[in-house]
């Protein structure tokens, strides 16, 4: 049968792709649908057409899957961020769970790997539970100034102040910024024409120490925010406020922060802790935005690495030092590196405010540092950590662990495919799977976070 775009056909769905889309087949052609859930039998219609394969949009639910659920979210189906939020949450941590397995078994080639998987651990309270949000400023139709999150795959703003993953505080902020811009007259940013002042505004919020953050990001100078001692003097009428900054941003990309911090208010930096750890976060820091479901990640990176106290640690890709200081409460010497300057001056900070002295950090790329350390000053390692971006980790730096020969490696992934691939190279190497935990950090987001503990084979 020969398919066209805005075809209307009826079929159910009997799986969920990697980006959390039902799939469902029509004479044996397969169809992508987003905001389906497997038993869903519905009407679609296809939006885009493949050789082999096509994406369809829901149009009808004619009979809905055993695990569909209505949104809290009026706006989850069109706003990017929560992508299945129409699907229950148990359901979310089996699929989760699901492509784990299955990308450790089919890029990582590692057969009955269920038997050394934990359970997922899963949230009590799957809403509310971000520290940090970033909400585009814009304009809508009828020039109105807006803010809100951005829709899928789009840089169309979908106007909200109320979201259901974020800290519940954010909405009274938005508030408060938005009519002090409209009070004043300071325009949104364009990113069609460059122009305009207000670009985002950047929250963070200490879940255990209550301390807040608002952060303006500008396409302006200082003196582009008028009576700004009006926005600080409404702000801090909140309580836990700490730290009101400006960050400017000329540049026209979609890079979010720019590199200058301007001091309005407060502190520049809000405190906050990860289990008996505390860390200082400014607005530039990567600091993992679920703090309860952070201690648990961390809690088994550190049982994996299974420390005596005697042990020489490295920690790859440390950031601001959030796993190097959870490690060092253990280890003999921990060792950080990170690429980004102003991560490592925040890590030796957190070192000294926690007062350990068995840290050291170092700035650059991890692939570079870690072999020059070994090979020029002889640094050893009886447990590697690494940490990496979605693309995994370089090649060069999984043979200098290989060299290294670590009694232990801990992975900690946020992408299960370039963890498999990167566990694959491991095991050829000489390194076997021990364990593997699962967490979801992320509730009704496509995103996942696993630890891998690996020891080589001849210990």
């Not at 971006?389 to 290294?404: F, H, N």
Request: aromatic content about 8%; proline content about 3%; glycine content about 8%.
């Amino acid at each position: 049968m020969e398919f066209v775009k805005n075809q209307i056909v009826t079929l159910t769905i009997e799986d969920i792709g990697t980006n959390g889309e039902g799939v469902g087949r029509v004479d044996g052609f397969t169809l992508f649908v987003k905001d389906s859930v497997i038993g869903d039998k519905i009407e679609a219609k296809i939006i885009k057409l493949k050789k082999h394969y096509g994406y369809a949009r829901v149009e009808k639910i004619i009979e809905p899957g055993k695990d569909r659920v209505e949104p809290l979210c009026p706006v989850a189906s069109r706003c990017g961020g929560c992508a299945i939020q129409h699907m229950s949450y148990e359901k979310q941590l089996e699929w989760k769970f699901n492509k784990v397995k299955n990308c450790l078994e089919r890029i990582g080639g590692l057969e009955q790997i269920e038997e050394k998987m934990e359970p997922i651990y899963g949230m009590k309270e799957p809403y509310y539970y971000r520290n940090k949000a970033q909400f585009p400023v814009g304009t809508d139709k009828n020039g109105k100034m807006i803010t809100g999150f951005y829709a899928g795959r789009t840089h169309s703003i979908i106007e909200t102040t109320h979201c259901y993953i974020q800290a519940e505080i954010n909405e009274k902020i938005l508030d408060i910024v938005m009519q002090y811009c409209r009070r004043n007259q300071i325009s949104a940013y364009d990113e069609k024409t460059g122009k305009g002042v207000l670009r985002h505004i950047l929250t963070r919020v200490g879940f255990q120490t209550g301390e807040i953050m608002v952060c303006l990001i500008i396409n302006a100078n200082k003196k582009k925010m008028k009576n700004l001692q009006e926005l600080v003097d409404e702000l801090c009428q909140i309580s836990g406020m700490t730290s009101i900054t400006l960050n400017v941003n000329r540049e026209r990309t979609n890079r979010i922060l720019g590199d200058r911090i301007i001091s309005v208010w407060g502190q520049d930096y809000i405190t906050d802790y990860i289990g008996n750890v505390k860390y200082q976060i400014s607005p530039l820091s990567f600091y993992q935005v679920n703090p309860k479901q952070t201690e648990v990640l961390y809690g088994k990176a550190l049982e994996y690495a299974d420390l005596s106290g005697e042990e020489t640690v490295w920690d790859l890709y440390c950031g601001i030092g959030t796993i190097s200081l959870f490690l060092a409460q253990k280890a003999k010497k921990v060792y950080g590196v990170e690429i980004v300057s102003q991560a490592i001056d925040d890590a030796r900070q957190n070192a000294k405010i926690n007062g350990f002295d068995n840290v050291e950090f170092f700035v650059g790329k991890a692939e570079e540092v870690l072999p020059r350390e070994y090979e020029k000053n002889g640094v050893y390692a009886d447990v590697i950590v690494v940490d990496p971006p979605r693309k995994g980790c370089d090649a060069t730096l999984l043979d200098t662990i290989v060299e290294m020969a670590p009694k232990k490696v801990v992975y900690v992934s946020c992408d299960p495919a370039t963890l498999a691939r990167d566990v694959k190279i491991l095991g050829e190497k000489g390194y076997q799977v021990e364990k593997v935990s699962v967490v979801d950090q992320f509730g009704h987001t496509v995103h996942v976070e696993t630890v891998v503990g690996l020891q080589r084979k001849d210990t």
